[in-house]
Nanobody
Framework: QLQLAESGGGSVQAGGSLRLSCTVS?????MGWFRQAPGQAREGVAC???????YYADSVKGRFTISQDNAKNTLYLQMNVLKPEDTAVYYC???????????????????WGQGTQVTVSS
């Protein structure tokens, strides 16, 4: 079972930037960032395969960038031009094994971090 731990959340004004980090205890086939705003379902934000292929939710395309440093076993989410609607608890997730999946859905992932709060004020 992979172990994940996020860091880097915080409060920022609209238009600002934050970078989230997620340390992983091992190798994963697929890793992703999800978020959950109060009263809403958790949604996929961005994901990256071990090949380097990336996918983004339409709401964050052009503003967020997912990346990974395999040497450090760390996943990142660079968030720019933040909006109040980006306010949520952000989770990183990992899937260890190969599979044909929808990478922005929750079901393919078998390990989750504890979450980190991101608050964007207007």
């Amino acid at each position: 079972q992979l172990q994940l731990a996020e860091s880097g959340g915080g409060s920022v004004q609209a238009g600002g930037s934050l970078r989230l980090s997620c340390t992983v205890s091992g190798n994963a086939y697929l890793m992703g960032w999800f978020r959950q705003a109060p009263g809403q379902a958790r949604e996929g934000v961005a994901c990256i395969y071990n090949t380097g292929a990336t996918y983004y939710a339409d709401s964050v395309k052009g503003r967020f960038t997912i990346s990974q440093d395999n040497a450090k076993n760390t996943l990142y989410l660079q968030m720019n031009v933040l909006k109040p609607e980006d306010t949520a608890v952000y989770y990183c997730a990992a899937r260890r094994d190969y599979g044909s999946v929808n990478p922005l859905r929750e079901y393919p992932y078998d390990a989750w971090g504890q979450g980190t709060q991101v608050t964007v004020s207007s």
